[in-house]
């Protein structure tokens, strides 16, 4: 049981938009610590897509953003494409744990 | 730019203590935190814990009783001993950077980046 709730998986066709969510509570998101998702393509390791809430990192095209309200955050991906085919983590801060947490992570499909 | 690589032994029996090294090329390891992070097959991502280059940690509290990190910073290395071992724990383990600031703005939790290539550490006898 993640501390991060996130949907289990998600789909869409070439050029659809999706998001994901990422579902916290008073001691992590909702608290006020920032949130950041990660990529993790087949077998390799995951790639720091968002920092932050809504930046991204140099190389990361602009139809990847994120937003914050409340005790969720959100990934938005526009313009999907076959290569997008991946798992998604959203991660945190939680004061109760004193640490680090992720979301249980999303897989993507692009039908 | 920096690059992490994680090493040790891949096949650790249950009882036995877990030991891996990352070591940290092209860049300092000083002023930073470096943490561990494992995923196990099929699931999710779990932070073990983190280190400061001065040696001070914080574990997840799921695994502090278990979990030892130390670094050397002559070597430009970090480890992560893991005691106890049982087949719960055979998973990827992965090192990585924790960055909370960029040149304009520090935020309220850290981020991981870079992260090493990740090693699979199977627990059996």
């Known amino acids: 049981q993640s501390v991060l709730t996130q949907p289990p998986s998600v789909s869409g066709a070439p050029g659809q938009r999706v998001t994901i969510s990422c579902t916290g509570s008073?001691?992590?998101?909702?608290?006020?610590?920032?949130v950041h998702w990660y990529q993790q393509l087949p077998g390799t390791a995951p790639k720091l897509l968002i920092y932050?809430?809504?930046n991204r990192p140099s190389g990361v095209p602009d139809r990847f953003s994120g937003s914050k309200s409340g005790t969720s955050a959100s990934l938005a991906i526009t313009g999907l494409q076959a290569e997008d085919e991946a798992d998604y983590y959203c991660?945190?801060?939680?004061?109760?744990?004193?640490?680090?947490?992720f979301g249980g992570g999303t897989k993507l499909t692009v039908l | 730019q920096v690059q992490l690589q994680e090493s040790g032994p891949g096949l650790v029996k249950p009882s036995e203590t877990l030991s891996l090294t990352c070591t940290v090329s092209?860049?300092?390891?000083?002023?930073?935190?470096w943490s561990w992070i494992r995923q196990p097959a099929g699931k999710g991502l779990e932070w073990i814990g983190h280190?400061?280059?001065?040696?001070?940690?914080n574990y997840n509290p799921s695994l502090k009783r278990r979990v030892t990190m130390s670094v050397d910073t002559s070597k430009n290395q970090f480890s992560l001993k893991l005691s106890s071992v049982t087949a719960a724990d055979t998973a990827v383990y992965y090192c990585?950077?924790?960055?909370?600031?960029?040149?304009?703005?520090?935020?309220?939790?850290?981020?991981?980046?870079?992260w090493g290539q990740g090693t699979l550490v199977t627990v059996s006898s």
């Open positions: 990585a950077r924790e960055e909370g600031c960029t040149s304009t703005s520090c935020y309220t939790a850290n981020w991981f980046d870079p």
């Open positions: 092209g860049g300092s390891i000083s002023s930073y935190y």
């Open positions: 280190i400061y280059t001065s040696g001070s940690t």
């Open positions: 008073s001691s992590n998101i909702g608290a006020g610590y920032d």
């Open positions: 932050g809430n809504n």
């Open positions: 991660q945190s801060y939680d004061s109760s744990l004193s640490g680090s947490v």
